[in-house]
């Protein structure tokens, strides 16, 4: 079975650009969630969708939103691009049932902005 | 307010011998965690995991131990491999909305040495 994909893997945008990323969960996985891992603050939980639908989120600004399709990919938008969004964007898939399971991650996106 | 603690930033060991990564946590709620290991530029790859009604978890040559009353888990890595060389990370995630919000520690990067 195919793990999470994410595109691209690496880009580079200027202050005030905005930049969309996408994320292919494992098939079956109906959850996806958002991360953001930087130096200083480590892997962040920016928010997580299921079955089209925001369900968890954050404590991001608004200029960071999301959004998922009925084949459970999603996509992460980040509007108003500043410096300090430099960071490694990670998506998690998991099957979005209630109890314990686990969230398995793909490799990454790499955002610097400039 | 860090709800995840890894107060190692660092661990070095000798091939051979066991590797023991720590984690507390602050958070009671809190009722599955869950270790990660993680190359630079890559996602975390799920190691192992444990719900908060056992106190032990094995799987080849990883054991999670938590004790609930202290808030701690560890990972006991036997015998650790230098192909083990990578930053862990220990993840927690609590019951009813937040089930799919994992909460990570800032990591302990683990090198063993030939």
């Known amino acids: 079975k195919a793990g999470v994909t994410q595109t691209p893997r690496y880009l580079i945008k200027t202050r005030g650009q905005q930049v969309t990323l996408s994320c292919s969960p494992i098939?079956?996985?109906?959850?996806v969630s958002w991360y953001q891992q930087t130096p200083g603050q480590g892997l962040q939980f920016l928010f997580e969708y299921f079955s089209e639908t925001q369900r968890n989120k954050g404590n991001f600004p608004g200029r960071f939103s999301g959004r998922q399709f009925s084949n459970s990919r999603s996509e992460m938008n980040v509007s108003t691009l500043e410096l300090g969004d430099s960071a490694l964007y990670l998506c998690?898939?998991?099957?979005?049932?209630?109890?314990?399971?686990?969230?398995?991650f793909g490799p990454g996106t790499r955002l610097l902005v400039l | 307010d860090q709800q995840v603690k890894q107060n190692s930033p660092s661990l070095s060991v000798q091939e051979g011998r066991i590797s023991i990564l720590n984690c507390d946590y602050t958070?009671?709620?809190?009722?599955?965690f869950l270790w990660y290991k993680k190359y630079p530029a890559e996602g975390p790859t799920f190691l192992i995991s444990i719900s908060s009604i056992k106190d032990k978890n094995e799987d080849g040559r990883f054991t999670v131990f938590l004790n609930k009353s202290a808030k701690h888990l560890s990972l006991h890595i036997v015998p650790s491999q230098p192909g083990d060389s990578a930053v862990y990370f220990c993840a927690a995630s609590g019951s009813g909305g937040s089930n799919y919000k994992l909460t990570f520690g800032k990591g302990t990067l683990l090198t063993v040495n030939p």
């Open positions: 998690a898939s998991n099957l979005g049932g209630t109890g314990e399971e686990t969230q398995y």
């Open positions: 958070n009671s709620m809190f009722d599955y």
């Open positions: 098939s079956g996985h109906r959850s």
